[in-house]
């Protein structure tokens, strides 16, 4: 039986522009969650091996890892992240991003570990991505690109699968305020 102080962990699986930033930020603001994302761990990779910052050489680090270490790599290297938190910082961690459910590995087996998946419809998940607008590539993003991206072998389909394995859903297709009072009802079914 795992002990109260095993910290609780939230995490979030959903298409591009579904909500997972915003899930995590709330969850942060409101409930004090140290939030661990994979795409900034692959980010920094890119960074240090000075390779630009976009979804497609994210796409192709994560696979290429994947391949050579293995399908639990990025779940691998996310609890790595999370085991140097300071100890304060682990109550409640969420993580933003999981992928294939080989990325959910380390937490599989966790009582206090919750997958969570976001839905939303594909033209609301374009027009808020098109809208934060977070990178270049963000920038230029055309709804046929968009599109595109979304056959790619880390996404769309992959999510799905995914995110049928999630303990709870939420419907990101509504409001601001509906995301949040879904969070909330979340955050009291896991007693935070």
């Known amino acids: 039986m795992e002990k109260k102080s095993t910290p609780i962990i939230i995490g979030l699986a959903g298409a591009k522009g579904s909500g997972k930033g915003t899930v995590a930020k709330y969850l942060k603001n409101h409930y004090g969650a140290t939030v661990v994302s994979s ?54 961690i969420v993580i933003d991003n999981i992928r294939p459910l080989a990325d959910w590995t380390p937490w599989q087996k966790n009582r206090r570990a919750y997958l969570v998946a976001l839905h939303a419809d ?34 769309t389909a992959v999510i799905a699968k995914t995110s049928s394995h999630a303990a709870f859903h939420i419907d990101t ?15 009291r079914k896991l007693g935070l």
């Open 39 to 92: 795409p900034d761990i692959l980010s920094d990779i890119l960074h240090r091996i000075g390779q630009g910052q976009t979804r497609v050489h994210q796409i192709i680090l994560a696979q290429t890892l994947r391949k050579t270490f293995g399908e639990a790599a990025i779940g691998i290297a996310v609890a790595a992240v999370i085991d140097q938190l300071p100890k304060k910082s682990r109550r409640l």
């Open 122 to 155: 594909v033209k609301l998940r374009f027009a808020r991505v098109e809208r934060r607008g977070r990178t270049a590539d963000e920038r230029s993003l055309t709804y046929a690109r968009f599109l595109a991206e979304e056959k790619l072998a880390t996404e």
């Open 173 to 187: 297709n509504g409001s601001l305020t509906d995301v949040k009072r879904q969070v909330d009802l979340l955050a």
